[in-house]
């Protein structure tokens, strides 16, 4: 089997690693790739938002399907195009990858759903949004209804906070066109839970459900940040509690999506808020998740071959019937971040990742060849620079093994959290 992977990330090095993992014989060609992807894969230097070079990618090299891995490409309408000149590709059309590009948009399918989320008033002018964060009261949730690579969504808890935050994305554009529109949306409280499935337009497989830590510092703290690690599996999810989830929220959203004329198929992620009255909805992507894939993909024991799977949904064939995702082991993943990230990541600084880390598998995010490709030593070149999983029996041993490795891993400016997991290994230790 023949694949085009697009993208360039630590997400794209997961979903490369984990097809090479249960078919060695798969031959993938990533577009633009990474120094990670290509100890396994042939990477082309073609942009992942350059859709005319990629169909031609694609058709040249005759691939069996393409996987999109980031949301720009899905935004831009990458799979329309590819379907238009019949090619098999995994993700959603443009329309359908709105329940991510555009919060307001997901928040009208939610209610036609009569899917669980947080209340919010859409607004385009900063008075009115003003008046939405004093109506709805303290804490608020400010976020920015476009795509804002992860930080457009400002919790404040002071009203002087929610003006500002309002201020510098309506007033001040501080996340473009992205924060034309914003959200004023009403503080949900609980435990976090992210839930990626495999769609076909009407049904899902989730995989196994992983907790994001967004926050830069430990202990939940410093600013918001694309994720700072995730691990896997959640105890919080339970059996009955997903398939609540796949009821109240997966499918009610899918025939909601396809009753408009915008089936979703692909890989449809749900962040969830576990709170007092069952899972809500925080938000919507419409592709894998970034760190959390890092985390799952690793453990994820599927009932039919990865690859076979997402190749199925991308020439538009229903899940296989009985398909099941368990979890085999437990995965902690921790982000080793650029010196000044999330503002202003430093790049250019020499990487050194020891080859003897047991039971890891470091994935590279954002990497390059300091001396050009194939022998120039790995530096940085991104905010989030590796994804480092460790692999246990329990929970502790994974947190163990993902600590110990990022400890050694060696660049100047290195920054990560050495917590991810807490709550989950509280609730260990408080059983034990």
């Not at 630590?10 to 790739?33: C, F, K, M, N, Y």
Request: with cysteine; proline share 6%; net charge negative.
């Amino acid at each position: 089997m023949r694949v085009l992977l697009v993208g360039g990330g630590g997400r794209e090095h997961a979903l490369a690693w984990r097809l090479t993992q249960d078919d060695p014989t798969v031959s993938i060609i990533a577009a633009p790739g990474n120094p990670g992807i290509a100890e396994f894969a042939e990477c082309v230097p073609v942009s992942s938002t350059d859709t005319d070079a990629l169909l031609h990618v694609a058709r040249d090299r005759r691939v069996d399907f393409t996987l999109v891995g980031p949301e720009a490409p899905l935004a831009a309408g990458i799979v329309d195009r590819f379907r238009a000149d019949q090619r098999a590709i995994f993700g959603p059309t443009r329309a359908a990858a709105a329940i991510e590009t555009s919060k307001s948009f997901a928040k009208t399918v939610m209610r036609d759903a009569g899917v669980p989320t947080a209340r919010a008033i859409v607004c385009t002018e900063s008075p009115r949004a003003k008046a939405a964060a004093r109506e709805l009261g303290l804490p608020i949730v400010i976020k920015a209804s476009g795509l804002a690579a992860g930080k457009g969504v400002i919790v404040c808890d002071t009203i002087e906070q929610a003006d500002r935050a309002i201020d510098d994305m309506l007033v001040g554009h501080a996340f473009g066109v992205a924060g034309t529109e914003v959200l004023v949306e009403e503080f949900m409280e609980g435990e976090e839970l992210s839930v990626l499935a495999i769609a076909d337009g009407a049904n899902v497989l989730p995989l196994v459900p992983a907790q994001d830590h967004k926050r830069l510092l430990d202990g939940d703290r410093g600013p918001n940040t694309g994720g700072m690690g995730a691990y896997a599996p959640v105890s919080l999810a339970t059996d009955a509690l997903l398939a609540d989830i796949v009821a109240r929220i997966f499918r009610p959203t899918l025939a909601t999506l396809a009753a408009l004329g915008k089936p979703f198929t692909g890989l449809l992620y749900a962040g969830l808020m576990l709170t007092r009255e069952g899972p809500r909805v925080v938000e919507f992507n419409c592709r894998f998740g970034d760190p959390e894939t890092q985390a799952v993909l690793p453990i994820a024991e599927l009932s039919v071959s990865f690859a076979e799977l997402l190749a199925a949904i991308a020439r538009g064939e229903s899940l296989p019937a009985g398909a099941t995702c368990v979890a085999r082991r437990a995965a902690v993943t921790t982000v080793l971040a650029a010196r000044g990230y999330p503002d202003t990541p430093k790049a250019g600084a020499t990487i050194d990742i020891p080859p003897d880390l047991a039971d890891v598998v470091v994935f590279q995010a954002g990497t390059a060849r300091g001396g050009g490709p194939p022998d120039g030593a790995l530096v940085t070149a991104g905010g989030r620079v590796l994804a480092v999983t460790g692999l246990g029996d329990t929970l502790d041993d994974a947190h163990r093994r993902s600590l110990h490795a990022a400890r050694r891993i060696e660049f100047e400016g290195k920054q990560f959290r050495s917590d991810i997991g807490w709550r989950e290994l509280a609730r260990g230790a408080g059983a034990s």
